[in-house]
């Protein structure tokens, strides 16, 4: 069975030794593969944890990202209601200024006339 699958696989390797040297690499195939298979293995446990651990970072960023914007939006929203308060606070200032040099011209006007 053997030198009919070395002639089928490989056309040009006839003779006494295909079945000897098909043997020898399956032998040294199996060899590789016994020794390359539990490192992939490893590889494999090793990149998947690191692929757990991704996730799970990206997901507490995800999740601190959530809780920064929010943060900005209050932040965003007191610094509006600050502002509007200030305008208020200006305008009152504003006003009560005018008032007072309304009066003290009204004063002056008075004073010189009287």
Same mark, same amino acid.
């Given at each position: 069975?053997?030198?009919?699958?070395?002639?089928?696989?490989?056309?040009?390797?006839?003779?006494?030794?295909?079945?000897?040297?098909?043997?020898?690499?399956?032998?040294?195939?199996?060899?590789?593969?016994?020794?390359?298979?539990?490192?992939?293995?490893?590889?494999?446990?090793?990149?998947? $944890?690191?692929? $757990?651990?991704?996730?799970?970072?990206?997901?507490?960023?995800?999740?601190?990202?959530?809780?920064?914007?929010?943060?900005?939006?209050?932040? $965003?929203?007191?610094?509006?209601?600050?502002?509007?308060?200030?305008?208020?606070?200006?305008?009152?200032?504003?006003?009560?200024?005018?008032?007072?040099?309304?009066?003290?011209?009204?004063?002056?006007?008075?004073?010189?006339?009287?």
């Amino acid at each position: 069975a053997l030198p009919a699958i070395a002639a089928s696989l490989l056309p040009g390797l006839t003779g006494p030794e295909a079945p000897a040297l098909v043997e020898r690499w399956l032998r040294e195939g199996r060899e590789v593969m016994g020794r390359l298979l539990p490192a992939l293995l490893r590889d494999y446990d090793s990149w998947k $944890q690191r692929a $757990q651990s991704a996730e799970e970072t990206a997901r507490q960023l995800h999740r601190t990202v959530g809780e920064l914007q929010a943060e900005l939006a209050r932040r $965003q929203a007191e610094i509006d209601r600050l502002q509007h308060r200030l305008r208020d606070l200006t305008q009152g200032v504003q006003t009560s200024l005018e008032e007072f040099m309304r009066m003290a011209g009204d004063l002056l006007a008075r004073s010189r006339r009287g």
